[in-house]
DNA sequence: CTTGAAAAGAACTGCCT
DNA sequence: AGGCAGTTCTTTTCAAG
């Protein structure tokens, strides 16, 4: 597990909010040179706290005005069923993100579609007809909030 | 709704790999030229197509290693109490994601904990006396895959 | 759209406290 | 650890075709 201090929790903090900041920009902020920023931040990705970068696309500008969070529940849950699922789902290219979870459902998945009747059809002739697949419950997203986390 | 052509999709897909790919390195890869490449990045950003990019952390290496999704259903559904339910979810650290959504449950929570017996607790102190709060539904995160979307 | 080039800024290195 | 000075590389902007 990785430690940090509280210079590196500024650092993540402000890097969360605009991971494309630079050593100089975060340095002046924090109080530090642009090196020792550079160097903490690189310590930070060669540490692993730091996977990567992600892009932040805005899905409904560029006309997919509905997401959904589906539950899934399968039908039977032997190994070999889990992974029929898991590589039929990868192929709706509308599914941006699959979680295997423990609980009432056993994955869920987040799903983008142009409008409703665009979902409808997915979760017809996609979702429904997964192998494997039992119950299927359905929450649309209304509005999303990102909170900065625990760290 | 922003327009795209086929460019500006692969320029999309490549980017959603790799955020921190250079406008040369683009360029390159799909037979432009760098300014070429840049400019059209910049007008996905200047479009809004592009919001920005986010760190990628690993939560599990910092010490987190347990994430649930929370669906909440609240036992009263006014405006005020959509509100105060609202404010009081943003003041607990541990919350990453709030989603209002629309179906079986009224909000989902995605919320990080460093063990069980840490999510433990914030789920009696912190979820359970949230204003409003009625049923809540917990499923923990096995594993997750992320993938590429529609686009 | 291209190439070429210049200016600005960011990344990276070595050495010192 | 952090700072300073300097080098290298990328980004960003412009000119011209």
Redesign the pocket.
Known sequence: MIRL?D?DRDILRALQEDAT?????I?RRL?????????????LYDDGAIRGQRLDLDHEALGFGVTVFLGVKLATKGRVSLEDFERAVRAIPEVQLVHHVLGLYDYRLRVVARDLADFERILRRRVMTLPGVGEVEANVLLSEERRPGPL
Chains 1, 2 share one sequence.
Do not use: C, I, M, N
């Open positions: 201090d210079t900041l630079s050593a100089g920009e340095g109080g530090l040179s642009q090196p020792a920023a550079w160097r903490r931040v690189k310590r």
